[in-house]
């Protein structure tokens, strides 16, 4: 916020905006419970600035894909996604000692994974950075 000059209800808008997403999804632990801005700015701090709805709800949660050969995958019931490029970077478990906060690995994982698929920023529609 001190660098970019990001403001509370652009950070907040990012929570309002996945819970909409969720909605209509029978999986979710959110369905059918939307939020609103002032919802998220109005609800409890966590560590300033970061409010309660801002933050990722514990859960056990998994998540897994099934990587084969192109051949097989044609004999599959379902299209396949083919993975053009990948890959992957540790941060440092003590950020706050680090030179640069704001340098996240996906800097790096992203680079690696652009330069092996022949891709870049300007080719994707979609991308999600976890963690």
Request: one cysteine or more.
């Amino acid at each position: 916020m001190h660098v970019y000059g990001t403001k509370p209800e652009q950070i907040a808008l990012i929570s309002v905006r996945q819970r909409f997403n969720t909605l209509n999804n029978p999986r979710s632990a959110f369905q059918n419970q939307p939020i609103t801005l002032e919802d998220v700015l109005n609800s409890r701090y966590i560590n300033e600035p970061l409010h309660i709805l801002e933050c990722v709800m514990p859960v056990a949660g998994a998540a897994a894909f099934v990587v084969t050969s192109a051949e097989r995958a044609q004999s599959l019931p379902n299209d396949p996604v083919y993975v053009l490029g990948a890959g992957i970077a540790q941060g440092s478990a003590t950020y706050w000692m680090a030179d640069d906060m704001l340098t996240m690995p996906t800097k790096y994982s992203a680079a690696s994974a652009y330069e092996m698929s022949g891709y870049g920023p300007k080719d994707m529609e979609f991308a999600e950075f976890y963690d």
